[in-house]
């Protein structure tokens, strides 16, 4: 079946460095592919989704390709700040119209 | 303010107790959906629903139930039949169709077993 597998955490940086963290997906066709971002004690929020293969999805200073022949969509920023800490999923939509998580990478940015 | 509100923020259930986690959003969406969510771990579906007083059971639904009797309310309860119901548990939220594929969450409730 459809899965994601995302690099495992935690990751911890110096506020100002490069960030990645690495995600592959294994699914049926091409399927539409998210990172969402959780701050502590709340809810998963949308960061940003690429649609079609060579999509780049943006925001807030993060980005990720959507790249079919490497089935990843890893997710970059160029300097982290401390606010940045929180924990990243990526994620697909299946076939079966449902979002099928990975489990997560917990970034934390040292000041 | 738009949104999806989820209560209680901690809910604390005794041995073969049953208990309801409320869901709600005014955000006019059809689709609902209720996730768990385990430590290191990431989202596991439990139920969904796609309209009013329909709903299907997802990747770990034993020991749970849900209704959708109104398209802005989806409750989630834990029955006893659930053995390890300690988690954090979060709803969300997404029109049907062309961009269902953004899903809104609430701010999660977590369950706590004395």
């Known amino acids: 079946g459809d899965s994601v597998t995302q690099m495992e955490g935690p990751v911890t940086l110096s506020e100002e460095a490069f960030l990645t963290i690495n995600c592959t997906y294994t699914?049926?066709?091409?399927?539409?592919l998210f990172w969402y971002v959780q701050y502590p004690g709340e809810g998963l929020q949308l960061l940003l989704k690429?649609?079609?293969?060579?999509d780049k999805g943006s925001n807030k200073g993060f980005e990720a390709t959507y790249r079919k022949e490497t089935t990843s969509f890893h997710l970059e920023k160029g300097s982290v700040q401390v606010s940045d800490s929180a924990v990243y999923f990526c994620a697909l939509m299946s076939s079966a119209s449902k979002i099928i998580f990975g489990s997560g990478t917990r970034l934390s940015i040292r000041p | 303010d738009g949104g999806i509100t989820q209560s209680p923020k901690y809910l604390f259930r005794k041995e073969g107790q049953n208990v309801t986690l409320s869901c709600e959003q005014n955000l006019n969406h059809d689709a609902m959906y209720w996730y768990r969510q385990d430590p290191g771990q990431g989202l596991r579906l439990i139920y969904y629903s796609q309209i009013v007083n329909d709903f299907q059971k997802g990747d770990i639904a034993e020991g749970y139930s849900v209704s959708r009797e109104k398209k802005e309310s989806f409750p989630l309860t834990v029955t006893s039949a659930q053995k390890n119901p300690t988690a954090f548990y979060l709803c969300?939220?997404?029109?049907?169709?062309?961009?269902?594929?953004?899903?809104?969450f609430g701010p999660g409730t977590r369950l706590l077993v004395l």
């Open positions: 699914a049926t066709g091409y399927p539409s």
């Open positions: 690429a649609t079609k293969a060579d």
């Open positions: 969300a939220s997404s029109i049907q169709g062309a961009g269902q594929e953004t899903q809104y």
